[in-house]
């Protein structure tokens, strides 16, 4: 049965004040802005609870004249039944982080110490940053994640104490290999901004989470807020994460400190967030700020990149949020057992910062609720928008259609398993003969408003696709919530490997099992003709399978309780004793595939078998490029790069 949540207010006059205020309300009287917000966030945040099994929530509202109101609901502790106090538990804020990182990255713009638009290599001597591309990385594709680096750091991406949390340097000395252009494609990861939080901290000649703390939290009071993972800040208020398991229960999660620190470091109660959120929009609204020059404000909030005029964008640390014309700025956080997301409103000088110790609550916080919140607190749009003008039926929407997948995965890293375990989106473009196309298992139906441009019924989403020269769909790009997808080509379809794996196996297979009738025929039979070689070939025959097979049973086992905090803390042991199995298999089929040969031309007695052990370890041999590529054998990265890319070259 699931446990009842009650609603907690921050003090028990608040909640009695709530109840008066409401039967004053039945009578007719008016509630001040306090109040009737109050209510709105108590009603907002309780159905979101209780639809989605969130333990607890904390939240804090400004507006231009400061704080409005913090308010804690439900538990941060289920087990001690602690409630939620906004002023003093604590939640890790997760990608909130990233604009803290932005602002600390402007200030030194500000300062003239970096330039927005110089090669980073210029301030970081040490990155090992490959030069596959011409065009130079720069600050500015750092901040608006066009970076190009493959998305990374899933697997061993944070330590189980705050002792073992990598220094940034050791990071970067783990940066992974470019896979795109810089500038062009927006794929959200947070190894751009980590190299960003490196480049403050060689820059400034201080540890990152020393220079955010002097600069930024020290200037606006924010006493509790920290990038330094101290155990002080994780002790009696900090709220324990949960998930909420298929059995219908909460299962409390481990405490995690990221390694990429200005990615998804920082950690706060909600209330101190809010001295940010106040000089935030009083930046906005002025052009001032005791943190940023002018230029660093308007770039702060403006939108410095998106994949066509019309859709939402990405600024440094924000990206946009655009519902029914209006518009907020957005940045959301999530680490296992936490959600956190921070909104604000510039033209209705409003701010709202919501945690929540439930993992996996990105979609109703940045999508459910943010909606309730812009209809409520940002003023209408001027005008109606206008009606879609939708474009004649595309006659090539043909070539459009076929399996997309999301770009931010990694192709060079063991995070790659994550696809094999489904959990990389993935869109099927179906096209229809008036010219539109449906996405599943969305089960949207987009129209076309220009050549290449689409956007979905009933919705102002839009996204436009990129073709090669035979007018083949190659890339879908939209809004900065929608991100990128990239045609799925034969060598990334796991999906297609599968009837072509099970028949290389059977190969393999079918090879043992003729060594293992001739051993047996021979122990029956000691008197027959039969050398040394042919022992060999028999013995390595039976002993190929069971390699593969082996490694088959256990990959399925992993794969079907697969979960990204299975790995956050590292490679797990199985899956790197499973990673060399492979090795062994290659061994044994090349010596199968040796001897094999030799006796084919030696032993014309034997010659028939020894050909069948030699498509054995054939068989056994094509396997290596599908595992390589999927990141299932151990070897150099530099090899998995080279296998991908020859096998997969349109994906890069």
């Known amino acids: 049965m699931k446990p009842r949540l009650p609603l907690l207010p921050r003090r028990p006059s608040s909640f009695a004040g709530a109840l008066a205020a409401s039967f004053v309300s039945l009578l007719g009287a008016d509630l001040d802005h306090a109040e009737s917000d109050r209510a709105f966030f108590d009603r907002e945040i309780a159905s979101m609870m209780e639809q989605h099994n969130v333990p607890g929530v904390a939240a804090v509202l400004v507006r231009r004249d400061g704080v409005e109101f913090t308010a804690g609901y439900g538990f941060a502790d289920l087990q001690r039944r602690s409630p939620i106090d906004p002023e003093r538990t604590v939640f890790p804020l997760g990608s909130i982080s990233k604009l803290l990182t932005s602002i600390a990255a402007l200030q030194l713009v500000d300062s003239d110490a970096v330039d927005l638009h110089t090669d980073v290599r210029t301030y970081l001597h040490d990155a090992p940053i490959d030069h596959r591309f011409d065009a130079p990385i720069t600050l500015h594709h750092l901040l608006t994640h066009t970076d190009g680096f493959d998305a990374r750091w899933l697997v061993g991406g944070a330590a189980r104490v705050p002792e073992k949390v990598l220094p940034l340097s050791a990071m970067i000395a783990r940066l992974p290999p470019r896979t795109l252009p810089p500038g062009e494609v927006y794929v959200y990861s947070d190894v751009g901004i980590t190299l960003a939080g490196y480049l403050v901290e060689r820059v400034s000649r201080q540890p990152f989470a020393d220079y955010v703390e002097q600069r930024i939290f020290r200037p606006l009071g924010m006493t509790r807020t920290t990038f330094s993972p101290r155990r002080e800040f994780y002790s009696r208020d900090r709220a324990t994460g949960y998930e909420y398991d298929r059995q219908g229960r909460f299962r409390a999660t481990p405490i995690v400190y990221p390694h990429a620190n200005p990615a998804s470091g920082v950690t706060a109660p909600v209330a101190d967030i809010a001295p940010l959120i106040e000089e935030l929009l009083r930046a906005f609204r002025t052009g001032t700020s005791a943190l940023l020059g002018p230029d660093s404000i308007k770039w702060l909030g403006a939108r410095r ?348």
């Open 305 to 652: 990149f998106a994949h066509h005029p019309s859709f939402p964008g990405t600024g440094y640390g924000f990206y946009e949020f655009l519902h029914h014309g209006r518009r907020a700025l957005v940045h959301g956080g999530m680490l296992p057992g936490f959600t956190a997301v921070l909104v604000l409103l510039p033209e209705a000088d409003v701010g709202v910062c919501i945690a929540a110790n439930r993992f996996d609550l990105i979609a109703a916080l940045e999508d459910d609720l943010l909606r309730k919140i812009i209809d409520r607190f940002a003023p209408p749009p001027p005008a109606p928008a206008p009606p879609i003008a939708v474009a004649p039926p595309a006659p090539a929407a043909a070539r459009l259609g076929g399996r997309y997948r999301c770009d931010q995965y990694s192709r060079f890293s063991i995070d790659k398993i994550f696809v094999l375990a489904g959990l990389a989106d993935e869109i099927e473009v179906e096209a229809q003969s008036d010219g539109c196309l449906l996405f599943h298992p969305q089960g949207t139906r987009w129209l076309p408003v220009e050549p290449l441009l689409y956007q979905q019924e009933g919705s102002t989403e839009r996204v436009r696709f990129q073709i090669d020269e035979n007018g083949l769909g190659q890339r879908i790009l939209g809004s900065v919530q929608f991100m990128s997808y990239h045609r799925i080509d034969f060598w990334d379809d796991y999906r297609r490997h599968v009837p072509i794996g099970a028949t290389l196996v059977a190969l393999t297979g079918l090879g043992g099992l003729l060594g293992a009738w001739r051993m047996a025929r021979w122990l029956g039979y000691r008197g027959a003709n039969c050398g040394r070689a042919m022992h060999l070939q028999r013995l390595t025959a039976m002993l190929l399978p069971v390699t593969i097979v082996v490694m088959a049973a256990g990959l399925a086992w992993i794969l079907h309780d697969l979960e990204f905090l299975t790995a956050a803390f590292g490679e797990p042991r199985f899956i790197a004793w499973l990673r060399l199995i492979p090795l062994v298999t290659a061994i044994v089929a090349l010596v199968l595939l040796i001897v094999g040969v030799r006796t084919i031309r030696r032993d014309r007695v034997h010659r028939l078998e020894s050909w069948v052990y030699v498509a054995s370890a054939t068989a056994a041999l094509l396997l290596m490029p599908f595992l390589i590529h999927w990141q299932l054998v151990r070897v150099p990265t530099p090899v998995v790069a080279f296998v991908v890319r020859c096998l997969s070259p349109s994906v890069l």
